[in-house]
């Protein structure tokens, strides 16, 4: 994923299916004075339509999410790597990164207490 969306070359079910398969990312949610970031493992949800993801307790999310549900952005990198200037084989160019990402936004909110037990043995 690019923010130029001249640069998105992939459906949102491939996006998808590539972040599903990796099954790891960063979680961020905005906080004052600065947005709040976690490294989870996650699994799509037994609907189909939800991701599923576990913080502990003492996460500054976790007990964001005590009292509200927020909106948040999944983050799930892939493959990535510097490509030279020389590659290209013309004078006058820049170097780039390639890299593969995939940006998954929902509303992020805590579930009860007893769905917790199934949650962690499907994770």
Aim: hydrophobic share 40%; glycine share 6%; net charge negative.
């Amino acid at each position: 994923m690019h923010p130029n969306p001249i640069y998105r070359q992939t459906e949102a079910e491939r996006s998808l299916e590539f972040a599903l398969a990796a099954g790891f990312g960063q979680i961020m949610v905005s906080a004052d004075p600065v947005p709040l970031v976690a490294h989870i493992p996650f699994l799509q949800g037994q609907q189909g339509d939800e991701i599923e993801l576990h913080l502990v307790r003492s996460n500054p999310i976790a007990r964001l999410l005590q009292n509200i549900q927020t909106p948040a952005k999944l983050s799930v990198s892939g493959p990535h790597g510097y490509i030279s200037p020389d590659w290209y084989g013309v004078k006058d160019q820049v170097p780039t990164w390639n890299y593969v990402a995939v940006h998954l936004s929902g509303t992020l909110r805590m579930l009860k207490h007893d769905q917790l037990l199934a949650l962690l043995d499907r994770l």
